[in-house]
């Protein structure tokens, strides 16, 4: 079955403690995405990669950090969380294109106390 | 900065009776526009791409418009299966950013 999955699916944890959540899609989609979602402000696109070490910035980067090594992962990093990352966390990936067909994971929700 | 605007926030419906979703952008060059629909708890699900002004996109229920301002998702007939949050998403220039609408919240009674 053609998924994005990602783990943990929720998470509780303290300011300061490094955490990662992982992403993994099985369909060799070359775009990877990480997205935020917010009461009031929607979803919003955090870091993207177009392949295989090759990552931007999207709209809300700060606190955030990626890696793409491998085409089927892409982890995001959280160094140094903080009670503003309290947030919904969704991965998404596509393949090459503009029809922006994105398949999105089931989401991560992360509580920083 | 591109600006999304989706209206009404919230909308309830009684099965059967047909209306539309708004999306009103403003992007200096507009690449695509996406429809996509969320189920609590769950990840938004891909629906429509509309690339230009006319375009046309319909899918069971569902059809969507494009203008240069806005964009309408039309539900015709709907039934309580299609209570969901309808999200509008536009791209802008040839990168991967997209930037999303706050969405609305469509309940259908049966």
């Known amino acids: 079955e053609a998924q994005v999955t990602q783990n943990p699916r929720y998470l509780i944890t303290v300011t300061g403690k490094k955490l990662t959540v992982t992403c993994s899609q099985n369909m060799n989609h070359e775009y990877m995405s990480w997205y935020r979602q917010d009461p009031g402000l929607g979803l919003r696109q955090i870091y993207y990669?177009?392949?295989?070490?090759?990552?931007d910035k999207g709209d809300v980067p700060e606190g955030y950090k990626v890696s793409r090594k491998e085409k089927r992962n892409f982890p995001l990093i959280l160094e140094s969380p903080s009670p503003n990352q309290t947030s919904l966390y969704f991965c998404?990936?596509?393949?090459?294109?503009?029809?922006?067909?994105?398949?999105f994971g089931p989401g991560t929700r992360l509580t920083v106390t | 900065e591109d600006q999304v605007t989706q209206s009404p926030e919230a909308l309830r419906l009684q099965e059967g009776e047909s209306s539309s979703l708004n999306c009103s952008y403003t992007v200096s060059g507009l690449r695509g526009l996406f429809w996509y629909r969320q189920d609590p708890g769950k990840g938004p699900e891909f629906l429509f791409t509309?690339?230009?002004a006319g375009e046309e996109k319909e899918k069971e229920r569902l059809k969507a418009t494009l203008t240069k301002k806005e964009s309408f998702l039309h539900i015709t007939a709907p039934k309580p299966e299609d209570s969901a949050t309808y999200l509008c998403a536009v791209q802008e220039g040839s990168g991967s950013r997209l930037t999303f609408g706050e969405g609305t919240q469509l309940t259908v009674n049966p």
């Open positions: 998404a990936s596509r393949n090459r294109g503009t029809s922006y067909e994105q398949y």
């Open positions: 509309l690339y230009s």
């Open positions: 990669s177009m392949n295989v070490e090759v990552t």
